[in-house]
């Protein structure tokens, strides 16, 4: 079954970090844009970062530009999410999301931020 | 930013009868291409979301046919025909015209 796997989710401290993975495949990598989503508890959806097919180009939301990094490995099927800095705001479980005709939605994975 | 804005927030439907979600965008979301750039998004409860619609009227893979998405320019609606118990959820709107894409706020759909 065609799937996204993230990991690297926790508990951190403010001020930390964290690196979050995306592990996918030939389906759902190949010349997809992908993205990372979060959903603050009991809130809406947020579009974090959006990376190109060939990771030429990444496009951040304000709240989190200078304070996370989205980079993607096409040749290991995976999509990573570096999260530096991090606020108590930025509690929420995040989406790994590979754009296409055919959208693919991972499980999610849980970031806490709490001193 | 380009905002979203659903509604109704809440929408009891009883099972078999049809209902209908209103997106409204700040700006327009038709492309170049002659494609809009407009998707609906459902999460069922305790479940990842998942795409029903994109480019404003196409269906996903595995997506019923009892959904369906119509609209142009700043307004969009999503339908289904016949609500079916398994509809049960939060129904979001989003668009991928402009940076930051964004969602609407949601609307969430129960059965009466």
């Known amino acids: ?115 | 930013d380009v905002v979203l804005t659903q509604s109704p927030l809440s929408l009891p439907v009883t099972v078999g009868q049809p209902a209908s979600i209103s997106c409204r965008s700040s700006q327009s979301l038709a492309h170049s291409d002659g494609n809009t750039r407009l998707g609906w998004i459902q999460q069922r409860p305790g479940q990842s979301p998942r795409r029903l619609i994109y480019d404003g009227s196409k269906r996903d893979s595995g997506v019923p046919d009892r959904f369906s998405g119509s609209g142009s320019g700043t307004d969009f609606t999503l339908k289904i025909s016949k609500v079916e118990t398994e509809d049960v959820g939060l129904y979001y709107c989003m668009q991928y015209k402009h940076w930051p894409h964004t969602f609407g706020q949601g609307t969430k759909l129960e059965i009466k």
């Open chain 1, 1 to 115: 079954e065609v799937q996204l796997v993230e990991s690297g989710g926790g508990l951190a401290q403010p001020g930390g970090s964290l690196r979050l993975s995306c592990a996918g495949s030939e389906v759902t990598f190949s010349n997809s844009w992908m993205s990372w989503v979060r959903q603050a508890p009991g809130k809406g959806l947020e579009w974090v970062a959006h990376i190109k097919p060939d990771g030429s180009e990444q496009f951040y939301v304000d709240s989190v530009r200078g304070r996370v990094t989205i980079s993607r490995d096409n040749a290991k099927q995976s999509l990573f999410l570096q999260m530096n800095s991090l606020r108590a705001e930025d509690t929420a479980v995040y989406y790994c999301v590979s754009w296409g005709t055919v959208a693919f939605w991972g499980q999610g994975t849980l970031v806490a931020v709490s001193s």
